[in-house]
DNA sequence: TGTCTCGGAATGAACGTTCATTCCGTTTTG
DNA sequence: CAAAACGGAATGAACGTTCATTCCGAGACA
């Protein structure tokens, strides 16, 4: 029983420690000797619990991609109205991301890069799974534009990146005042508009 | 002369090699004997035109954030409407990338690498000065909202990346009508909303 | 209880490979 | 022919991975 847990708390240690080292320094930054040494364990080690450096890449992929989806769903209604849900989830979304930065760097560094196995990509569709039903709903029921489901994730997805990051690389702080505009201009990208209801303005 | 010819030529010869292989397989996958195999040339001469292939890396980024300004102010008319110049803009940029994958991927993969210098980040900004310009134009006129610069990139740019690279991901063509649709979706995001009006319509 | 045995977890030095960079003989240029 | 450009073998540092060995804690035994 023990042995159980002691394996799983090393795995997290590990985990953690790449994490914090790979945000710091990228992929070929930080030599498995490092990760070992920071997490004060021998670089043998590692390799009983992943498979090689490639592995342990791809398994802090997903885990942080299921730490960022879960916290989304953080006092997440079912029952509210569309546009108050979808404003729970983008505010939590980018909350996590305010609180993790180096969670924000590690995977916007290795989305596109290519020792990121397809496997982990599919792995990493299925989590998100539960939002890309959100937007279909949305579509379906006319709340959001009928655009393709890659569009929408552009609209929602690239200003939480981008905002978060400028901030850093500048050394400001995020306000809640920005997100509170950013969100409302993101529900403009995305919200159903009826044409004609458009012309009658004008 | 020739001299100066050649040398740019080969230089180019290196930066497009590069890129090429760079796209393909992440900066730890292409080592420079690989480039210089690629080129026809020797390891050695790469040296004579970079300083190293953190150089070499830096100048590319660069070059291609260059190239996509350049394509974005093609058929540019100033004296347009501020929405039309909006328009062409974006179109011009997300067909940009349309047409060169490669360096989408490129720029994408390195935006946030620890190795590209802050000097290049800098120069970067430089580049990419006269459409926030454009942006600071659109907010003092009320054309767009008023919003900070990054929220305002992150609206507009943030679709143009996930549009095409998850289309590319999943050998898929992105539609021009797809962009219509998009270039309209982020206009609604930026673009200026009297609050007062928005309530008469309800 | 104290001692022995055993198995798997952990270790880190060693290995082989890879790679950026250098160096120098050869070729090209003007 | 002098000087610059070039090629690619040589170099040495760095790295991922392996593996013989040590360590440790849990039973077995008396």
């Given at each position: ?36 040494e ?14 090689n ?37 983008w ?23 290519p ?88």
């Amino acid at each position: 029983m023990e042995q159980v847990v002691k394996k799983i708390d090393k795995k997290t240690l590990i985990l953690d420690t790449t994490l914090e080292l790979l945000s710091e320094n990228g992929f070929h930054g930080t030599p498995i000797s490092l990760i070992a040494e920071n997490a004060g364990i021998g670089a043998g080690t590692i390799y009983r619990y992943f498979k090689n450096k490639e592995e342990l890449i791809n398994v802090l992929f997903i885990e942080i991609q299921r730490r960022i989806i879960k916290a989304m769903y953080c006092n997440y209604n079912e029952a509210a109205p569309y546009q108050e849900r979808f404003k729970v989830l983008w505010i939590n979304m980018i909350n996590y991301y305010r609180k993790h930065p180096k969670d924000l760097i590690f995977i916007e560094q290795h989305r596109y890069a290519p020792y990121v196995s397809t496997l982990t990509r599919s792995e990493s569709m299925r989590i998100i799974s539960p939002v890309l039903l959100f937007f279909l709903e949305g579509k379906k029921k006319r709340f959001i534009k009928h655009l393709p489901l890659y569009t929408i994730i552009g609209l929602i997805y690239g200003p939480i990146v981008t905002i978060v990051k400028l901030n850093l690389d500048h050394n400001r702080v995020t306000t809640d005042d920005q997100i509170f505009h950013a969100e409302q201009a993101c529900w403009d990208a995305v919200k159903y508009n009826d044409t004609k209801l458009e012309e009658n303005i004008k």
